[in-house]
């Protein structure tokens, strides 16, 4: 099928699968930053670039009205992500970003905020080479201006943005099929609370499936069962960052975290990010830890209800408790601060406890891409460390 966008872009092309005598590696070498195109492209008269500073609560809030009521949908339209203000500042600030990757696009007259396209900077490990890379995220075009090729404008808008800061690799993700992925991943969801999700419409009844035995087949113990389980601190940032590097080595993309971005990413913060670590008691050791994002969803055109309130495994690593009997326990938190389902893609070696711990298969897939880096053959979800909002 036709992709007029795609196909003038450094990415891995449909009519080159197959074909591995392309090298590994970057796909385009690097511009002088004196030939980076240095005026922003050209959007349709009516509109203009702005930056979207998130430190501004106004501004934040613009962003957050833009998202709720235009972001992604899943194909059934029961959901549209609900990205909270919070986590939006919390997602699109970690060290070293730059503030005008945070892109709009405002309506001239009415200064109306009708587009968003963000990236911030990660060093991504390819095998055994780190790059320098940005991730993109939050691409969204208001629904009255959709299919008038701006998500284009956009994206080479932003790509002008990362060259000027001499990065030439991203990373991004997507719920569509574009050229050409890295690895497909599936979403899991473990149900918390099954009667809302049969009230919605998402989980049904099965006909032996009563509501009460729907209600007993998801009950989690109320309280956590692994000695030393706690919420993570601030003093824990250095045990977490050489426990994390380590995991994530195994993998052959995943990113690299020093501690400054453990503490960024993994500290808690209320409503957007839980973590704890197991803490053993004789040898004060940290043996393993989990986290977990919270980003709600609108139900949409439900009388009864309407907020989905998901958590989404984020990173985790298990050295001495069984990878199960941490994110059981973890399931047991999630439970308690009443979220309605916990979701987990079978990225890194979340496939053997999914199954176990009663997470149904979603239907929906999530495609990861990389721009301008080709892998000779495209990664099965265990081989990719990466989690992305
Ligand atoms: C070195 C640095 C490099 C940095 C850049 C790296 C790349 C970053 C890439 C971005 C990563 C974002 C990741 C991210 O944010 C996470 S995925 C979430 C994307 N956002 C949504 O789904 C929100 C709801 N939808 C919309 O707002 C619009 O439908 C959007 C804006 C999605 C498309 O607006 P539209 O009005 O519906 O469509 P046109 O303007 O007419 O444009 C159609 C063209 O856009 C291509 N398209 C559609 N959806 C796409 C998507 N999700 N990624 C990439 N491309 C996408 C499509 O294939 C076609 O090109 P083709 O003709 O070649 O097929
Ligand atoms: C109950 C299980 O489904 C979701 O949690 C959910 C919630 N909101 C969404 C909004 C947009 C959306 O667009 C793909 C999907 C969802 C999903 S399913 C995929 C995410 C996961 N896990």
Redesign the pocket.
């Given at each position: 099928q036709?992709?007029?966008?795609?196909?003038t872009q450094p990415v891995g092309q449909f009519k080159d699968l197959g074909d591995s005598s392309f090298p590994e590696g970057p796909i385009e070498q690097p511009t002088p930053l004196s030939e980076v195109k240095q005026e922003p492209y050209n959007l349709p008269t009516l509109y203009e670039w702005t930056v979207c500073d998130m430190d501004s609560d106004e501004i934040c809030n613009e962003v957050y009205v833009l998202l709720t009521n235009?972001?992604?949908e899943d194909d059934d339209n029961l959901f549209r992500f609900n990205y909270s203000k919070e986590f939006l500042r919390w997602g699109l600030r970690p060290p070293g970003y730059f503030k005008n990757w945070h892109i709009g696009v405002r309506v001239k007259s009415s200064k109306k905020l009708v587009a968003f396209?963000t990236?911030i900077p990660v060093k991504m490990r390819v095998r055994d080479e780190v790059v320098q890379m940005?991730e993109?995220?939050?691409?969204?075009?208001h629904k009255k201006?959709?299919?008038?090729?701006?998500?284009?404008v956009?994206?080479k808008e932003?790509?002008r943005r990362?060259?000027l800061e001499n990065?030439?690799?991203?990373a991004?993700?997507?719920?569509?099929l574009?050229p050409t992925p890295l690895t497909t991943c599936q979403y899991w969801h473990r149900t918390l609370n099954p009667k809302k999700l049969i009230d919605v419409g998402f989980s049904r009844l099965g006909d032996r499936m009563t509501m009460s035995r729907a209600i007993k087949l998801y009950k989690l113990p109320n309280s956590t069962a692994t000695p030393g389980f706690r919420k993570m601190e601030i003093r824990d940032v250095p045990k977490v960052t050489i426990l994390l590097r380590g995991y994530l080595s195994r993998f052959v993309v995943a990113p690299t975290f020093d501690d400054a971005e453990v503490a960024h990413w993994l500290l808690p913060q209320e409503n957007v990010v839980d973590s704890f670590v197991v803490e053993n008691s004789e040898t004060r050791e940290v043996t393993d830890f989990f986290s977990f994002y919270t980003l709600p969803s609108s139900i949409l055109n439900n009388p009864n209800y309407s907020t989905l309130k998901a958590a989404y495994t984020f990173y985790h690593v298990s050295t001495k408790t069984p990878l199960l009997q941490l994110t059981q326990d973890a399931l047991v938190i999630a439970k308690q601060k009443e979220f309605d389902v916990f979701n987990a893609l079978d990225v890194m070696e979340n496939e053997p406890f999914l199954k176990e711990l009663k997470f149904g298969r979603g239907d929906g897939q999530l495609y990861y891409?990389l721009?301008?880096y080709r892998l000779r053959e495209s990664l099965k979800p265990s081989e990719l460390g990466l989690v992305m909002l």
């Open positions: 036709e992709h007029k966008f795609w196909e235009n972001y992604v396209i990236a940005a993109v995220n939050f691409l969204c075009v201006l959709r299919s008038k090729r701006l998500a284009p956009m994206i932003v790509t990362i060259h990065i030439w690799q991203a991004y993700t997507a719920g569509i574009l891409y721009y301008n």
